[in-house]
C-alpha cells in the first residue's frame, strides 16, 4: 500500500489559496496572491530538493493546480525541478479536462475522486501539490498520510484554507520541523499508522 503525502504552502492562519502569483487565483474576491514568493530562501530550497529526490511515486494534482504547473514549468529549462517534473506521471482528477493532457506522462483521473485516488494508493506513493478543493474531499475521506506544510509567517484573514470546517477527525504527529531563514516553519506531521 502507498502513502498520499501532501506538500503545501499555508499561512499561519490557514489560507493556501494563490500563494504563486498575484493573479494565481482570484475566486472569492482574493487579494493577496503571490504571498508565499518573498519568503522562499536556500532551505526552503535544499529540503524540498531532497523531498522531491526521495519521492518515487507520482504526483496527483487538481485541474486548476494541472494547468497552472502545465502552462509553467515545461517552460522554465534553468530550475532544477522542471525535469523531475515534466519526468514523473502526474495524475489528474477532473470532471472538465479531456485526453490527451498537453503535458508529459499526465494522465486524467476521472469519476469519484475518492475511490480513484484510494485505488492509486493501493500500487505506489502519491504526492499532492496545492489541489485545494482535491486536497479537501482527500482530507474529508481520510486518504492523506503524511503533509509537509511550509507554514509562512503571515495572517491573511481571508482565503482558502487548508483545512475546512468538514475535515475529518485526525491526530498527526510531528516527524520532522525545520526553520528557513526567512521565519518558514516547514513541519512534516503523519497520521500514525493503526
Same mark, same amino acid.
Given at each position: 500500500?502507498? !502513502?498520499?503525502?501532501?506538500?503545501?504552502?499555508?499561512?499561519?492562519?490557514?489560507?493556501?489559496?494563490?500563494?504563486?502569483r498575484?493573479?494565481?487565483?482570484p475566486?472569492?474576491?482574493?487579494?493577496?496572491?503571490?504571498?508565499a514568493?518573498?519568503?522562499? =530562501?536556500?532551505?526552503? $530550497?535544499r529540503? +524540498?530538493?531532497?523531498?522531491?529526490?526521495?519521492?518515487? $511515486?507520482? +504526483?496527483?494534482l487538481?485541474?486548476?493546480?494541472?494547468?497552472d504547473?502545465?502552462?509553467?514549468?515545461?517552460?522554465?529549462q534553468a530550475?532544477?525541478?522542471?525535469?523531475?517534473?515534466?519526468?514523473?506521471?502526474?495524475?489528474?482528477? @477532473?470532471?472538465t479536462?479531456t485526453?490527451?493532457?498537453?503535458?508529459?506522462? @499526465?494522465?486524467l483521473? &476521472?469519476?469519484?475522486?475518492? =475511490?480513484?485516488v484510494s !485505488? +492509486?494508493?493501493?500500487?505506489? =506513493?502519491?504526492?499532492?501539490?496545492?489541489?485545494?478543493?482535491?486536497?479537501?474531499? +482527500?482530507i !474529508?475521506?481520510?486518504l492523506? =498520510?503524511e503533509?509537509?506544510?511550509?507554514?509562512?509567517?503571515?495572517?491573511?484573514g481571508?482565503?482558502?484554507?487548508l483545512? $475546512?470546517?468538514?475535515?475529518?477527525?485526525?491526530?498527526? !504527529?510531528?516527524?520532522d &520541523?525545520?526553520r &528557513? @531563514?526567512?521565519g518558514?516553519?516547514?513541519?512534516?506531521?503523519?497520521?500514525?499508522q493503526?
Open positions: 500500500m502507498g !502513502r498520499l503525502r501532501v506538500v503545501n504552502n499555508v499561512t499561519v492562519d490557514g489560507v493556501m489559496q494563490a500563494p504563486g498575484p493573479d494565481e487565483d475566486r472569492g474576491g482574493f487579494e493577496h496572491g503571490g504571498w514568493l518573498p519568503y522562499n =530562501d536556500s532551505v526552503t $530550497g529540503v +524540498l530538493g531532497e523531498r522531491m529526490a526521495a519521492h518515487t $511515486g507520482a +504526483l496527483l487538481g485541474r486548476r493546480t494541472y494547468e504547473f502545465a502552462g509553467y514549468w515545461p517552460h522554465q530550475n532544477p525541478f522542471t525535469e523531475m517534473l515534466t519526468k514523473t506521471t502526474k495524475y489528474v482528477v @477532473s470532471r479536462l485526453e490527451p493532457l498537453p503535458w508529459d506522462n @499526465s494522465v483521473v &476521472s469519476g469519484d475522486a475518492a =475511490d480513484a !485505488r +492509486l494508493k493501493e500500487q505506489q =506513493d502519491l504526492v499532492v501539490l496545492g489541489s485545494g478543493r482535491l486536497l479537501g474531499s +482527500l !474529508r475521506h481520510d492523506v =498520510d503533509y509537509l506544510l511550509l507554514i509562512h509567517p503571515l495572517i491573511l481571508s482565503g482558502t484554507r483545512f $475546512g470546517d468538514d475535515a475529518a477527525f485526525a491526530q498527526l !504527529r510531528l516527524i &520541523s525545520v &528557513s @531563514s526567512t518558514v516553519v516547514l513541519a512534516t506531521y503523519e497520521r500514525p493503526s
